[in-house]
Nanobody, 119 residues
């Protein structure tokens, strides 16, 4: 069982920045992949950025060049630095961890942190 707790959401003006953080209850070196997803009003949950335990990253096209995902193994956290935010970035942002067991892959989710981009 992995518990994830997000923080850092809030209200920001267009063009502004926010840094989201997600704390894991387990050693993240044991986690294959950590990621950030978002779900806007009336939309499905979609990936924003993911990072594997090898350090490899993937970004949604909308996030490339503006967002950076990092993992801090010493603090067991995964962070998302979001710059040049746009109104369409308004959503609840969820932290995800993907673990590989002998029985298969299992995903765990945090409770989400809301982000509102508005003037």
């Amino acid at each position: 069982q992995v518990q994830l707790v997000e923080s850092g959401g809030g209200l920001v003006q267009p063009g502004g920045s926010l840094r989201l953080s997600c704390a894991s209850s387990v050693d993240i070196k044991s986690i294959y992949q950590l990621g950030w997803y978002r779900q806007g009003p009336g939309n499905v949950r979609r990936p924003v950025a993911t990072i594997r335990n090898t350090g490899g990253t993937d970004y949604a096209k909308s996030a490339e060049g503006r967002f950076t995902i990092t993992r801090d193994n010493a603090k067991n956290t995964v962070n998302l630095q979001m710059n040049s935010l746009k109104p369409d970035g308004t959503a609840v942002y969820f932290c995800n961890s993907e673990l590989i067991y002998s029985s298969g892959i299992k995903n765990y989710w945090g409770q989400g942190t809301p982000v509102t981009v508005s003037s």
